[in-house]
């Protein structure tokens, strides 16, 4: 079955640090860009970052830049962020998914979220 | 960054009725535009792609439309299981940017 399984959350204090995981399976992960995606409670959709399939190119939304990283194993088929500095603001669910190129790029397969809570 | 806007913010639709959802970019992203649906508690699914295209197993009732810096999704015929928000997403420039959502009520 192709699937995302993100985990990771969970409560933290700001400043503190977190690391997200996202595990891939029923596709060749090595062969897609991968992004993380975050949803404020009760808030609509904020794309975070993406990193390229050969474990190069990333980019990250400027809210997080110096803060997040974004990284992949793909002997694993696994995707990291690692989030560092965190402030209350950062408080999200966090989604792992795929992007996906065909005749525009979008975010074609979705995990189901982890719940990252900054507060003290 | 690019601002995609939604409108509008919310709507009250009754099944059977055909409802139509725009979103205007703040530039022209020629037909790099995506339609998302977000049920209650779930992740987001992808409707339409590439400004029209329909993502497979996805009902045809459906539709998307638009290019440049204006773009419509239609639903025809409102069933039970489309309540829900839809959210527009540009894909032209980094970064990927969503509109503010739309939430369809009974």
């Known amino acids: 079955e192709v699937q995302l399984v993100d985990s990771g959350g969970g409560l933290v204090q700001p400043g503190g640090s977190l690391r997200l995981s996202c595990a891939a399976s029923?596709?060749?992960?090595?062969?897609?860009?991968m992004s993380w995606v975050r949803q404020a409670p009760g808030k609509g959709l904020e794309w975070v970052a993406n990193?390229?399939?050969?474990?190069?190119?990333?980019s990250y939304v400027d809210s997080v830049k110096g803060r997040f990283i974004i990284s992949r194993d793909n002997a694993k088929n696994s995707l990291y962020l690692q989030m560092n500095s965190l402030r209350t603001e950062d408080t999200a669910v966090y989604y792992c998914?795929?992007?996906?190129?065909?005749?525009?790029?979008?975010?074609?397969?979705w995990g189901r979220g982890t719940l990252v809570t900054v507060s003290s | 960054d690019i601002q995609m806007t939604q409108s509008p913010s919310s709507l009250s639709a009754s099944v059977g009725d055909r409802v139509t959802i725009t979103c205007r970019a703040s530039?022209?992203?020629?037909?790099?535009l995506n339609w998302y649906q977000q049920k209650s508690g779930k992740a987001p699914e992808v409707l339409i792609y590439?400004?029209?295209s329909l993502q497979s197993g996805v009902p045809s009732r459906f539709s998307g439309s638009g290019s440049g810096t204006d773009f419509i999704l239609t639903i025809t015929s409102l069933q039970p299981e489309d309540f829900a928000t839809y959210y527009c997403?540009?894909?032209?420039?980094?970064?990927?940017?969503f509109g503010q959502g739309t939430k369809v009520e009974i």
């Open positions: 998914v795929r992007w996906y190129l065909h005749t525009a790029w979008y975010f074609d397969l």
């Open positions: 029923g596709f060749t992960f090595s062969d897609y860009w």
């Open positions: 990193i390229r399939g050969d474990e190069g190119a990333e």
């Open positions: 530039q022209t992203i020629g037909i790099s």
């Open positions: 590439a400004a029209s």
């Open positions: 997403q540009q894909s032209h420039t980094t970064p990927e940017t």
